[in-house]
């Protein structure tokens, strides 16, 4: 495909997408800083999950080599070989999806690793269909390389690991939001939702409390040089996580955005001191320290639901 011509000395912002001047360090729209020479830092370009927000999207149909996806493989990988599954591109985070090399590799799934990632991309010379045919040796490996099976009984659904980190995700981004960021006041909605989002089964159940979440979020918080275009943006991708067909990346783009381009933290800072100073979220305890006065937006007195929350800060 070939490349838009900007016209000279112009170039696209990578957060926004909007095209701008050079030599211009920060955007006028969306206040993203640019790297050395009109192009985005590196930390910048590490942390965008996908460039010229909101236009760009990600192939969901990536080629993940020759195998069906639900495939049961054996994969060379990290001097192990595991006994995995074959999965599809929406079933992983935009981060995973952008380190595939090249088309023929597959994406495998890998129940019974403990340490590291489960969700990783093997070049086609390092799968193999079925135990006997894997090679007894590899170059440079002297000893035996170790083969670990798929347990008898194990999850081999991937949506057991991304479950779980969109709930904790959703819900984190959620609290550091005071009261009076949103606009659902009742603490019991709130409880009530914590507790649809840790019992999600499916990404449809898991979509649409990420997407009630970000309606929730006052437009006001929001970024003030592009507030209603990002506002707008991100009502968007809400409607796409409301759908029965939605995927990891879809829901990984919006809790991403939302909180890294989206929401004025600035803004956020000065609600949670009106809010203290109104002494509705703390006060000062016996020791000197602050307690809260009312619970958080997602901890409950149930241990078996706060196992399945993660929060910052404490």
């Not at 803004?267 to 809010?275: A, F, G, P, Y």
Request: glycine share 6%; aromatic share 6%; with cysteine.
């Amino acid at each position: 495909m070939a490349t838009q011509n900007l016209g000279k000395g112009r170039k696209r912002c990578q957060s926004c997408g909007q095209v701008v001047g050079s030599p211009t360090v920060t955007c006028p729209h969306c206040s993203h800083r640019f790297g050395t020479h009109g192009k985005p830092g590196k930390a910048a370009a590490e942390d965008l999950p996908f460039a010229n927000f909101p236009n760009s999207t990600l192939p969901m149909e990536l080629p993940v080599g020759h195998i069906p996806p639900g495939t049961r493989v054996w994969i060379f990988y990290n001097q192990n070989i595991y006994e995995s599954v074959v999965i599809q591109a929406r079933d992983v985070d935009c981060a995973t999806i952008k380190l595939q090399k090249n088309p023929r590799q597959s994406l495998c799934y890998i129940p019974d690793r403990t340490v590291g990632k489960k969700c990783v991309w093997i070049p086609e010379d390092r799968v193999f269909m079925n135990e006997e045919s894997i090679p007894s040796t590899f170059p440079n490996l002297g000893a035996a390389v170790p083969r670990v099976p798929i347990k008898l009984g194990a999850n081999c659904d991937p949506a057991a690991v991304w479950l779980p980190s969109l709930c904790a995700r959703m819900l984190d981004l959620s609290d550091l939001i005071p009261i009076l960021g949103v606009k659902e006041p009742d603490m019991d909605v709130w409880e009530e939702h914590a507790r649809l989002a840790a019992d999600a089964t499916t990404y449809a159940e898991i979509g649409k409390q990420v997407a009630w979440i970000v309606r929730q979020i006052k437009p006001e918080i929001f970024r003030n040089t592009r507030a209603d275009a990002h506002h707008k943006d991100l009502l968007l991708m809400a409607d796409a996580c409301e759908q029965p067909t939605v995927d990891v990346p879809t829901m990984d783009r919006l809790l991403y955005m939302t909180k890294q381009h989206g929401i004025h933290w600035e803004h956020v800072k000065i609600m949670w001191d009106k809010e203290r100073g109104k002494g509705l979220e703390q006060s000062a305890g016996a020791d000197g320290r602050r307690t809260r006065k009312r619970p958080s937006k997602f901890i409950t007195d149930e241990p078996e639901h706060n196992r399945n929350i993660r929060r910052k800060g404490g």
